[in-house]
DNA sequence: TCTACAGTCTACAGTAACTATAGAGGCAAG
DNA sequence: CTTGCCTCTATAGTTACTGTAGACTGTAGA
């Protein structure tokens, strides 16, 4: 029956192959089948699976999130309060973060129009950067914002 | 004069010891001078620095365009065009996880709001994590939204 | 059938920005 | 002089992947 190789699940669901491979090795993809000469054989539950992975990663679901959501799913008769406690979890995190996120739109926003151009000896960015003590806020409510910038 | 060690550098500034130690690994800043013993030992100058930097962390800047910026402050005659470019870069970047976080707000909410308790068999968090068509997007704008949570 | 060439395999290193740990040595107060 | 905190180096762990090396496999055209 249908049965794809990793390259075709990758196609139909979106992730790349190693992240398939890298998903199995934590234990949120079961191990497939493998053919004669040793290469995963995957079928339609595994693309729903990881499916269901790929869209709470999307919505920033943390893999250890995921994988309870997924030993949930395990039982269904299992009353949900559970199951929503980690996307309420979710919800504030991503609200938390909205907050902050806020907080610096503004300040970066403030510091840029600031600055009228010039030399760097003047420029109000660099002031600005230098020194915390003139900001709107005590702190950045809550730091390490962007956990890193993508950057790529 | 004003030399302290580097726990006195780190109430002064709110920058653990260990990750003023890491700044100085990669470069961010100089390294000081020493004891007899060995200690490092910094001044004014050192201060002013990192708390340069942990501000410049505080609004999302990655550490490579902080190195920008910090080589950018050597020569004070300089044209600031790039300061502000880099500046407008981040509040762009900024901006992007602003829109992103808003759109998985929604979801979320939307998700959780649609629950109304009952068991796992018919939870519709669990259902809508399952089939992203039914989304009120094509992709979640931009993914790899929240680089990792935080998570401690 | 031979030969490209794309796909797959494992295992390991690299990414960002730290944090944590181990094990050794330093410094001031009591 | 001992107690207890501070500092030192070096290394490994964190999160969720991505990239690479080097070898093998599967397939389609000449
Ligand atoms: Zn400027
Ligand atoms: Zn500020
Ligand atoms: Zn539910
Ligand atoms: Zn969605």
Redesign the pocket.
């Known amino acids: 029956m249908g049965s794809m190789?990793?390259?075709?699940l990758?196609g139909a669901t979106g992730?790349?192959?190693?992240?398939i491979?890298?998903?199995e090795s934590i234990d949120l993809l079961d191990e497939p089948e493998?053919?004669?000469?040793?290469?995963?054989l995957y079928g339609a539950a595994a693309v729903e699976r990881l499916g269901f992975?790929r869209h709470a990663?999307d919505l920033g679901?943390?893999?250890?999130a995921i994988r309870e959501l997924i030993s949930l799913q395990v039982d269904p008769g299992r009353d949900c309060d559970l199951v929503d406690q980690i996307a309420r979890r979710q919800l504030g995190e991503v609200r938390r973060r909205l907050t902050q996120l806020e907080a610096l739109e503004a300040e970066l926003k403030r510091m840029i129009t600031a600055c009228e151009g010039g030399k760097v000896a003047s420029c109000s960015v660099l002031a600005a950067l230098g020194h915390h003590e003139h900001c709107l806020h005590e702190e950045h409510a809550g730091k390490?914002v962007l956990?890193?910038?993508p950057?790529?």
Chains 1, 2 share one sequence.
């Not at 992730?15 to 992240?19: A, G, H, S």
């Not at 679901?61 to 250890?64: A, E, G, H, K």
């Open positions: 190789t990793i390259g075709k990758s992730v790349k192959v190693t992240t491979r890298y998903y493998r053919s004669a000469s040793g290469q995963r992975i990663r679901f943390p893999v250890s390490e956990a890193a910038l950057s790529k």
